[in-house]
T-cell receptor, first 109, second 112 residues
Framework: EDQVTQSPEALRLQEGESSSLNCSYT??????LFWYRQDPGKGPEFLFT???AGEEKEKERLKATLTKKESFLHITAPKPEDSATYLC??????????FGAGTTVTVRA | ETGVTQSPTHLIKTRGQQVTLRCSSQ?????VSWYQQALGQGPQFIFQ???????GRGNFPPRFSGLQFPNYSSELNENALELDDSALYLC???????????FGSGTRLTVV
């Protein structure tokens, strides 16, 4: 069974204080690893897909990286609008997404 | 606006009742999935439909059932509601060839 573990559960940052979120996974046949952002009461918003170890993707202050066992989401110089829950998910051979519990990021001005 | 629309946005039901949740998209997607997200948890896979046939199911009992229609819209039906069914229900449609899924804003179901 595919498993995804995210750490830490919660992260409180000062505006401008860079940090990283971790997603470790075990999966039978990785078709893709996804990062989503979720605001309270809303559906997940797509950020990145990573397909193979060594791959990196960037979007504004966010950068996602992938190894064979984990992925990192780096937040550089965060702003209060980056406050959200960040979800990691893996897609395996059956095309379903298996999610972690998420990391809730709070950025204070 | 994600292009995936879910209705209703909020719903309150009594234990034992039945409920139908709906999902549609402005453009056609031949794969639709449903997820249940309890408070403070990540979404859990319920089932997936491809070209109107169920082609994958998570650890949910048969009282959770679904349909996908020729216009690619979908329904999630739950019978005999239990208090633990209270959650955010998310519909996701597969977009393009990168195995990505676009989620709707969800339906918040409260069972009392």
């Amino acid at each position: 069974e595919d498993q995804v573990t995210q750490s830490p559960e919660a992260l409180r940052l000062q505006e401008g204080e860079s940090s990283s979120l971790n997603c470790s996974y075990t999966v039978s046949g990785l078709r893709g690893l996804f990062w989503y952002r979720q605001d309270p009461g809303k559906g997940p918003e797509f950020l990145f897909t990573l397909y193979s170890a060594g791959e990196e993707k960037e979007k504004e202050r966010l950068k996602a990286t992938l190894t064979k066992k984990e992925s990192f989401l780096h937040i550089t110089a965060p702003k209060p609008e980056d406050s959200a829950t960040y979800l990691c998910a893996v897609c395996s051979n059956d095309y379903k997404l298996s999610f972690g519990a998420g990391t809730t990021v709070t950025v204070r001005a | 606006e994600t292009g995936v629309t879910q209705s209703p946005t909020h719903l309150i039901k009594t234990r034992g009742q039945q409920v139908t949740l709906r999902c549609s998209s402005q453009s056609g997607h031949n794969t639709v999935s449903w997820y249940q997200q309890a408070l403070g948890q990540g979404p859990q896979f319920i089932f997936q439909y491809y070209r109107e046939e169920e082609n994958g199911r998570g650890n949910f009992p048969p009282r959770f059932s679904g349909l996908q229609f020729p216009n690619y819209s979908s329904e999630l039906n739950e019978n005999a509601l239990e208090l633990d069914d209270s959650a955010l229900y998310l519909c996701a449609m597969q977009t393009g060839g990168y195995y990505g899924y676009t989620f709707g804003s969800g339906t918040r179901l409260t069972v009392v």
